[in-house]
């Protein structure tokens, strides 16, 4: 059995034992939060892989209301368990705007500049940028993403391709296979990779959602995949039976989940969860030699908290924090992984309350939310949403591994790529 091979089936264990492997580990190793230079600065020795995790819209009230929910009054997530934290600042170059997009928010993570909402890693000129996952690719690092939205999004575009439109994701899709090739792609948005009038694995205009259909304008582009050498899934079964290699898992026509307010259609089921979907791209990546560059995304809490869906929100935390679960069993074992936990931007304008009908403060979509439960205790929450839309308000980031310590105090997005790119980035 490969070296590869092994990895590969370590890192598709049961979520369970991620989890228990995390917790015990992480607790007790002290190489977790340490930097290979005094200052946490410099290039750090030995240092090979990188995992980005994003909760899409998510900030310090979405990460409470997840603690309260999940582990309760005196528990600790384990997001906020790794040992350095921060804060990031949000704010776009955009004409029109102060608050930022994600298409905008990702862009400063990948190529470390400011540009406008809706573009996908191009400067505020529209001219391509050097993006992060390219760079990782060039210096012999294997690539990939993880995501429950379409893997063409702009959270994970931004990484990988570069386009004037964030709305162009069947160009980023083209640009996917054939120029940026991550080795692992796995998520929703079918719709982007097949010609208008061809449906694939998912049927066009569902009953739970008549408008999605396939649309893409650069022919079939899943067929194209399987030319140049990826494996094509589309369901868990397919998915547990991949074998090394280049992969391209598609698990939905849009979106792995039904966006909408609370008690209409609203549904958090994805085909694949993002849990066994990192855990799998992990036991692919992990067989490179030079080290590998993964980005996790959950969607679900910024799409949940447009709509104020706290309910459903509260499943995407959930299913985000067992993702964080399996990158920190990893990197218990693997100290030479940096691991960064963090938002794009605040979503909601979110705030966590006491249950207290004399101070609701608005109707509609910025009506109070509740209650929720406390694990462990017979409390509840409210959640009290000011906007239906992204604030500006700095996001929680943490992390563990080589050059954590870099991420203490607060910075503005573009940080983030000063820090990854002395991993990923190219030696000269």
């Not at 964030?166 to 948005?189: C, F």
């Not at 898992?249 to 909408?260: A, P, W, Y």
């Not at 590998?292 to 969607?299: A, I």
Request: charged share 20%; hydrophobic share 35%.
């Amino acid at each position: 059995m490969s070296e590869r091979t092994q990895r590969a089936r370590r890192w598709g264990t049961p979520l369970a034992a991620a989890v228990a492997a995390a917790t015990v580990t992480m607790a007790v190793n002290p190489v977790l939060g340490a930097s290979a230079s005094p200052q946490g600065h410099g290039r750090p020795a030995g240092a090979r892989n990188v995992i980005f995790i994003n909760g899409d819209g998510m900030a310090a009230a979405h990460r409470e209301a997840a603690r309260l929910h999940l582990v309760g009054l005196d528990g600790q997530l384990g997001m906020d368990r790794l040992p350095v934290s921060g804060q990031l600042t949000t704010s776009p170059h955009d004409p029109k705007s102060v608050i930022t997009d994600s298409a905008a928010a990702a862009t400063a993570w990948a190529t470390g500049q400011k540009t406008y909402n809706g573009a996908i890693s191009v400067d505020t000129g529209k001219k391509p940028l050097a993006t992060l996952g390219v760079q990782a690719k060039k210096a012999g690092k294997a690539t990939g993403l993880v995501t429950t939205a379409q893997v063409t999004d702009a959270s994970p575009a931004a990484w990988f391709a570069s386009t004037a439109d964030r709305k162009a994701q069947d160009e980023i899709a083209r640009q996917y296979i054939e120029v940026s090739r991550p080795d692992v792609i796995l998520g929703g948005g079918e719709d982007w990779w097949l010609p208008k009038g061809t449906p694939g694995a998912f049927p066009d205009q569902p009953a739970e959602d008549p408008a999605e259909g396939s649309q893409g304008t650069k022919g079939d582009l899943i067929g194209k995949a399987k030319a140049s050498g990826y494996q094509y899934v589309n369901s868990a079964a397919q998915l547990s039976k991949a074998r090394d290699g280049k992969l391209l898992g598609l698990f939905s026509n849009e979106e792995m989940f039904q966006q909408r307010p609370e008690g209409q259609g609203d549904k958090y089921d994805p085909v694949v969860d993002l849990a066994t979907m990192t855990s799998k791209a992990l036991g692919t990546l992990s067989g490179s030699k030079k080290g590998f560059f993964l980005f996790v995304e959950e969607e679900g809490v910024d799409e949940f908290a447009h709509d104020n869906n706290g309910t459903r929100m509260l499943q995407a935390l959930a299913q985000l924090e067992k993702a964080v679960a399996v990158a920190r069993a990893y990197v218990a074992k693997h100290p030479d992984t940096l691991l960064v936990v963090t938002g794009d931007h605040e979503c909601g304008g979110l705030t966590v309350e006491e249950n207290d009908t004399a101070d609701e403060s608005g109707t509609g979509i910025s009506a109070e939310d509740g209650p929720f439960t406390i694990a462990g205790s017979d409390k509840t929450f409210t959640l009290d949403w000011t906007t239906s839309s992204h604030t500006g308000a700095d996001v929680p980031v943490t992390a563990a591994g080589p050059l954590a310590t870099s991420f203490t105090g607060k910075h503005p997005n573009t940080y983030v790529h000063t820090v990854l790119q002395k991993i990923l980035a190219p030696r000269h």
